[in-house]
Each structure stands twice: as structure tokens, then as C-alpha cells.
């Protein structure tokens, strides 16, 4: 069994969980604009947004769309798409 | 190995054997009749006796949280309480053992208000009987001390894992005083070993405890608990066993006996009226009546084969209880009746109430329960229905 | 490498981001808690024993098989989180604590208001060492938006409904900062999702802090409060640039710091939430609307915030 005794669990066995299947709106980045200052990934509930060499990237397989990322954006580099299912 | 016998109070000998064990926590709260204890292991602490972390509780739901709390970061973790604080506990006992964390407690047994009352009956321990915690009823203060001191390497078993409660009688055992043989410290903390957990709450190991269960896997974690009870009946056999071997004591392990081999009559019982029974059993035999005696030690685990077993080809069975489930009857009762269902020799089962709230049990009450038991095959005698020992029925005209 | 719950397909790991927090947990879209419980792990680091009781937290992060906890956290019942704590520093501390683990409880409105009221009574009594962290989303959100003793004046939840004459919550929410400064709790905070360098450094005094520290935060619930998930962070914000959740800190009693704001209308906070909508809707409930507008007014006086 890969449970263990008593109800405990092994740790961030969540990561497993695609909970981007959830979202209905999709945020993009618009790396032109992005001045890569890490609010969206400070203030990402699902930790989905990455600083990269070239700007902010939304990892789309936890995000679930809450949009708080286009929100805090400061420079409003951050737009929302509605998810094609 | 010889140990040096003293008068003791009950309580005063459950704390000698719990200081011996060395618990790291021991979290408490004050309720008649337990505090004795909990004063006794607050002076071994403060006097530097003890070395354990002791923490004042806010309420028992509070005491077995912090217990809870400590036996899951992988400390040996102590407490006790009686009646409505073992209630209290109850939501907490019901988690602790199914996180199988193996806390040592000790239930003073205490009737349960209303009207509210400090005589001792079981309904408080019956209250908890399904909660998966080990369950172990002493007879007398030696057999509190003896039971205490082999507590924890039940308890803490790797194949065990669950919460121990040791119940005793509240005043006849708690507050009573009788010759105790203690053993010398060094021994007994020997003897009880440390708590090594299996996992444990450590940052370099960060596990989850207390998770949310789906419909795919609670009743797998309460049948975990089934099979660690089977477990915990070896268990209690060889610790005892072992006990016995090095210091000379032996109380029974799950049940004990006495005149049982050609008893006609078998008198079934836990905790403190064991022993007035056992004087009855003897006196009775002197008049030349077979009557016997079965100590019920672990009500959980439950020894129905066990009882079956001793019970022999005995025709009748008089069980005596110390707790009630309202509208069915007694406790102990049903659950010998349910151990006997399918067996092939079917003696008669006969139910009495005995001793609720604190009502007087004494040799004479025996002796008339042994002779309303015998009177069953009359037509006049009882057949199923519990007798209720010295029920006032003016009571209720 | 995980192996899926079927034992069929093996998964890889989504993420290189190293949160304590992980993601994949089931808190709704938008969740400010599930905010608050990242930023905080941020701080605290690896060394933190966290625990919880019962509630939103609690489920949405700790499924058999999906728990998004990278530290060592405990939930036993809804009742008893800060007494576990206790307990968790007790095993501890009775081994020597060698590497110093902090034990850090976070816990929701209900759970320490009301039914863990007693239990944290006594954490703070016994000045245990603990940083307890209350995220405070103003009601039960877990079993369905009931009222608790943190919901505010006015505010409609489905056991302080609003229904013709009844506008919600009758009386305002426990003061709960002033509880912990009554137990002579040496640190004492509060602080928001939308000002996270301050909660930050605030979870850094709470963990360095000898005895019991205690943080409130205001985390928004889109669900529970009635708006769009993407307003969780905004709503954070208006309820401190109001005056209606002042950021303050106290150190031994004292007031240390207070957040100056430039106070903005509670309009501007309570407009975008369906939780007072009513009060807006009916001329009756101005005398409502009045009773928030002096809250924040005396927020503002009090603790000197402009
Ligand atoms: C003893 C007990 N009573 C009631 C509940 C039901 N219950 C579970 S979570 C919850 C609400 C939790 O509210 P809160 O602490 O505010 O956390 P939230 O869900 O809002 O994040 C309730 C009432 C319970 N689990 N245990
Ligand atoms: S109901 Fe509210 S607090 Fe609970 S997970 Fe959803 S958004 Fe978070
Ligand atoms: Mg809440």
C-alpha cells in the first residue's frame, strides 16, 4: 500500500493534480510589456506564475484562472483569453 | 526480582509506575477522583524526579490535544482523567487512534452526570469503547501499578499503535490505601523501554498527518484498527508474561481466572469488584458451592474466546455490569452474549446490574447474586431480563 | 516522481517552483487564504512544524494522497488546533528541540473565534512558544457560509440571512487583537494578503519571538463573500485603505506601527461584495451603513492612521 499508518501522508503529493483543467478564462503574458517585478508570482494562489530571462510564464497545468495575476499586474501585461476546451 | 512493599494510595502507586516509565509529556487536567495522580506527577516534575514536559491543560479536550499534539511529534505522551472529562475527550480519542498515537491514559472510572455524582461506575470507559483505544480494567492498587509500568510497550508497539486506557475503579482503587510492592526506578524504566515511532512530525521528513479522507479509504483506516487490536491481544499476553518472569506479578493477561475449571456457576467482571468477588467465590466454596470467577482485563480488545474458553462446559454465566446501554442493558453483558453466539455449548447467560453509581457491591451481594443465578432453571428464576442489584423500586411509585 | 492513484501512469512533477506550499491543492480560484498559507511558508522556511484544524485550509490542502503540505503539518479536529500546538512544542522541547523547529498554527475565523476560543486561551495563558496565524475570512466557508463570531455588522450569511426586515449579522465581529493583548501576548499583529513585505517581516517577529505571537489576517473568500476571484488581492487592499481592517502591531501591549492610509469611502470595499449588496438595495439599513462608516472612522482615530 502507498499509504501510510494512520491517515499520514507523504508531502506535496498535490503537485500531481492538474487542477488547470478547472479554469475557464486563461491569462497571457505579454512579454513585451512585463517588467518581470514578481507580483503575479507572489500573489498566485496556485504559485503558477515564473519569472523567466524574458518575462512572466503562467504554468498551465495548475493554473485554474482565478485572474488575480491580470488584476495586480502594474503594468498591465497580463490579459485574459477564454479557455478553448 | 524483589521490590519494596509499602502502604500506598491507589493514585500514589499509578504515579510511582508512571515517574518509572518516563514519559515526555504529560498533560492534565483536574477532575475527582484523578487528581491525586496528577498532583503526585506535578510534585515528581517540579521536584526534578521526573524530567518530563508538564503541561497545565485548559479543559480535557485541551489534555488530549496537547498529548495528541506530542505523541505525533514522537514523544512518549501521559495523561488521565475520569467521567465527564473523558466525554470530553471523546472526539479526541477517536482521532488519536486512528493516528495511531499510542498515549498512555489512565481513566479513573466515574459515573456520568446527570445527576451529577463522583461514585464510580464504567459508563464513562463503556463511552469510549469504540473509539479504538485499548482498554485494560485493574482489580486492585497492585494490579494499577503493575498494569501502568506495562502500558507503554503495549501501547507504542510498532504493531500496535494505539492509545491505552487503564481504567480503574475512582475511591476503591484511587483513593484507597493497600500494600503496594514497588520496583526499584532504574528497573522498571528497563523495562518499559523507549518510544521509538515509526513516523513522526520532522521537518526533515514532512509528512501529513490528519488528512482528508475520501469514500475509498475510511473504512480501510477503521479496519487497521481491527487487525492492530488482534495485535495488541499477543501483545498483552507476552508483556505480561515477561513482567511476571522478571518481577514475580502476574494479573492476567487478557482475562484471569479463578475456580473456574469445575465451576457450575461463572461470575464474569471488570475492575474493582473483582476482588470482592474472588472473597465471595472463596467463601462460597467453603460451603461447597462450585462457583467460579472470570476477570475481564482488556475490554478492548475483547476476549470472547478467551471467556468461552475458561467458561468450559459451566451451564451458567452471571455477568455483572458497571455500565449501562439504555434500553438494551449491560455493556459487558451483550458483549459476552455476542461472544457466545454460534459456539457449541450454549451455557445461560445471565445479566445483572451491579454497582451503578457507585450502588454498594459487597461479598453478601454476591452471594445473592450466585443465588438468584442458580435459581434460573425454577420457574419463578430470571431468564434473560438484567436484575438490577438493589434497584429502589419505591422509586418509582 | 509520484505514481498517479490508480498505479497506472506515472506523473512527473509539474513545477521546479519550490513552494512550501505546493500547488495542486483544491482551494477555489482565487483563494486569499490559499495566498496568505504560501506567503507565510515563504518566511517560516522548511524548519516549521504547521498546524490546523478544520476548515477550508484544511481540506482543500490535505487530501489522502494529494496533501500540498512540503512542511511537517498536523490536523486533528476542528476544536483543538492551538492545544495540538502545545503538544507538537512539548514532544519538542522534551527531546531537546536541537534544531530549533518553530511550530506555527493557521488556522480560520471559526476555528479560532469561536470553537478554539477556550483552547487558545490557553496557549496564550501558558505563553507557549507558538506563532498562531489566524486567517480570518469572516464565516464559515467550509460548511457553507454560516455566520461565526467574525462576521461583521451587516453581513449576510445562510444563518444570519438577510430576508425584508433583517440585514444580516445584527452585531459586530469580536475584536479579536484585544483578546490576545488581554492575555499579555507579547506580539501581536495584524496584517494583509495585499501588503505582503509587511506580513512578511511581521512572520518573522512572530517566529522569533520568545512565547506566543498572534497574527490576524483579512483574507478574502470569493465564494463566500460574493465576488469575481480576480478582486481577492484588491479587496485586501480596500479593507485596510478604509480603516476597516487596520494594520497595526503591538510588542509587549504597545502599539509599535501602524499602517498610514489614505482613507478611501467604505463604498469602495463593500460595493463589490454581494455579502452587503442589501444594504445598498434598502433605505432601511442606512443606520447599517452608518454603523460601518464610524467602525472605520474610529479604526482610524484609534490607532492614528492617517
Ligand atoms: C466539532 C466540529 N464541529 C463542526 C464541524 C464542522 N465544520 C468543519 S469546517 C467548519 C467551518 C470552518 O470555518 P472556519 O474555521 O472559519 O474556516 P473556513 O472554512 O472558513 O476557512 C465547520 C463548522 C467540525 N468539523 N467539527
Ligand atoms: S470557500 Fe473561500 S476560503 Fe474556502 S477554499 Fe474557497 S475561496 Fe478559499
Ligand atoms: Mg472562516
Redesign the pocket.
Known sequence: MDLLLGGVCKAGESKRLETGKWRSFRPVVDRNRCIKCGKCADLCPDSCMEIKEDGAEVNLYYCKGCLICMRECPVKAITKEVEEK | MKGKTAILEGSRAVAEAVRACRPDVISVYPITPQTHILEDLARFVSSGRLKSQFVRADSEFSAASIVYGASAAGARAYTASASQGLLLMN?VIYAMASTRLPVVLTAVNRAISAPITIQPDHQDTMSLRDTGALQIHVESMQEAYDAHVQSFRIAEDPEVLLPLLICMDGWVLSHSYEPVTVFPDEAISEFAGTFHPVQKLDPANPLTYGSYADQDVLMEYRYALMLAQEKAKEKICSVTKEYKDIFGHFDGDLIDTHCTEDAEIILVAMGSMVSTIRAAVDELRAEGRKVGLIKVRTFRPFPGEEIIKACGKAPLIAVLDKSLSVNTGGILATEVKASFYGNPVQPVILPFMAGLGGKEVNRRVIKEIVDIASRSGDKQGPRKDTVWMGLDHGFFN | MIVDREGEKEMTMQTEVKELHAPGHRACPGCG?AIAVKSILRETGPNTIVVS???????FTSPIRGSSWEVPWIHS???NAPAIATGVLAGLNAKGNPDGTKVVVI??????YD?GMGSLSGMFERKDDILYIC?D?E?????GI?G?S?TPLGVGTTTTPVTGNSFGKTVEKKDLVAIALAHGVPYVATASIANLADLKKKVRKGMDNPGPAFILMLTP?NV?WGYEPEETVELARKAVETGLFPIVEFEDGDLVSALKIRPVPVEEYLKPQKRYQHLFKNEKFTDVLEAIRKKAEDNIKKFDLV
Open positions: 472526539e | 487564504c484544524p478544520t476548515g477550508c485550509l484544511e481540506t479536529l476542528f476544536e488556522g480560520g475565523d471559526g476555528g479560532t470553537i486567517y475570512n464565516a464559515y466557508m467550509n460548511t454560516q461565526s467574525a473568500c463566500g
